[in-house]
């Protein structure tokens, strides 16, 4: 018989819990369209409007333009991201209608109207200074949205199942890129339209997640305390404590930064080095060669990943691919180069999106800081872009680029190599 005066343990709320059950189709989908919209929103700017924008603006500084940009609105990334998702860790039940009541939903909603009305007004800037200030606004409520789609995989999809899921939420990387760039380029094509076209596409594409699917509630009673200086604490996460963890973020970050590091300038490339005729008409040809390859193996890379119950070796591999790509490019300035180089890119970033993000997950250091600390490894995502924009700017300026290229493949090799000392992870 039990001992009366023995209590039992508190029951873990679902929001902090281990999830067991396998996510369904449709909550699937809906992460999907989701992430859909908000790459569509990041990338195709990047890729396209960006770039026109600022060449129009400043034909003769269109690089240190696009430099300054991109890196400021990197940094702005990785001060919000974290910060959000700190604070939707920490969101309760109360204040929130319907579905709405749980600790993310709100919080993709809102960023994502935050968002939308970024790139509205971002579409009308004639300065660089305006063009800056307003992708930096767009970024940080981008990456309020990404902090809180990014804890949707430990919230709610068991480790059996997630390198599946994350494959069909992170190809949608690539395949907003190419939708985004297919509606800017052949059927947007003005700069204002195309920019007003991602917004409302931003916007929309995250109402069938957040209204449709659930979203587990944290009680009062579970909430971690809520202080500014506890919060801005919490953002160290210690690497001596959280060994993998560390190697985790370091890893993201340099493969990040070869991804960063050898895509900036691929309009650019085109017409100066390849000369191509119609530099935008190839880029989108490129974009679409190397989407094929993300989705096919984000998908496949995710299953074989999770049969097997092996991370790193996949991940390697991915890695690798991404050197490969940058290698020929390093070599060979032609048209057939980059083609080849698109198809390589993509089938290793495709699986690299899929796996390392699973991985990831399970070297979280706590439930109850999920969107914090995924968070903290999402610094080592958007970061990449100021440091690969400040230093791809001088590569090409000085050493053309072969210089550029051939930095890109040191750094996807070193990220190869240091997902080895990720020890609790096969």
């Known amino acids: 018989m039990a001992d009366p005066t023995t209590q039992a343990a508190p029951a873990v709320p679902l929001a902090l819990a281990e999830p067991t059950l396998h996510v369904r189709r449709n909550w699937i989908a809906g992460l999907g369209l989701a992430n859909l919209g908000m790459w569509m929103a990041v990338n195709t700017p990047l890729q396209v409007l960006l770039p026109i924008q600022l060449q129009d603006i400043t034909p003769q500084h269109k690089i240190a333009a696009l430099a300054a940009a991109t890196g ?39 960023m994502a109207l935050l968002g939308a009305l970024s790139l ?16 930096m606004a767009f970024c940080i409520f981008q990456n309020g949205e990404f902090a809180s789609l990014s804890a949707a995989l430990p919230d709610r999809v068991p480790v059996r199942q997630r390198a599946t899921v994350a494959g069909w939420a992170g190809m949608q990387h690539a395949v907003g890129l190419v939708v985004g760039s297919l509606l800017v380029v052949d059927v947007f094509t003005t700069l204002f339209s195309g920019y007003l076209t991602l917004a409302i596409l931003f916007a929309v594409s995250v109402l069938p997640f957040v209204l449709l699917t659930g979203d587990h509630a944290l009680a009062r009673e579970h909430r971690p305390p809520l202080s500014w200086r506890a919060l801005a604490g919490s953002l160290w996460v210690s690497p001596r404590q959280y060994p993998d963890f560390a190697w985790a973020w370091v890893t993201r970050f340099l493969a990040a930064l070869s991804v960063a590091m050898g895509t900036l300038y691929l309009l650019y490339f085109l017409r100066d080095a390849v000369h191509y005729a119609q530099p935008k008409q190839g880029l989108l040809l490129l ?21 097997l119950g092996r991370r790193k070796v996949v991940v390697t591999v991915a890695t690798v691919l991404i050197a490969a790509a940058a290698l020929l490019l390093t ?35 706590a439930a109850r800081d999920r969107a914090k600390d995924l968070g903290v490894i999402n610094i080592a995502i958007v970061c990449p872009a100021a440091i690969g924009a400040l230093i791809a ?11 550029l290229f051939g930095a890109t493949v040191v750094v996807a090799v070193a990220a190869a190599i240091g997902v080895w000392r990720i020890k609790t992870v096969r």
Do not use: C, N
């Not at 509205?120 to 992708?135: D, H, N, P, T």
């Not at 180069?337 to 993000?357: E, H, K, M, S």
């Open 287 to 307: 974009i679409v060669i190397y989407t094929s390859g993300v989705v096919v193996s984000a998908v496949v890379g995710g299953m074989i990943s999770d049969r």
């Open 331 to 365: 070599f060979v300035e032609t048209w057939g180069a980059a083609l080849i180089a698109a198809v390589l890119f993509g089938v290793g970033y495709g699986t690299y999106l899929a796996v390392d993000q699973a991985l990831i997950t399970q070297v979280l250091p």
């Open 120 to 135: 509205a007004f971002l579409a009308v800037q004639k300065s660089v200074a305006g063009v800056i200030v307003l992708w």
């Open 72 to 110: 400021l609105g990197a940094l702005a990334s990785g001060l919000a991201t974290p910060l959000a998702g700190a604070l939707s860790d920490r969101t309760t039940d109360a204040f929130g209608l319907g579905r709405l009541r749980g600790r993310r939903h709100r919080w993709t909603l809102g």
């Open 393 to 403: 700017a001088p590569l090409v300026s000085f050493g053309g680029y072969p210089a």
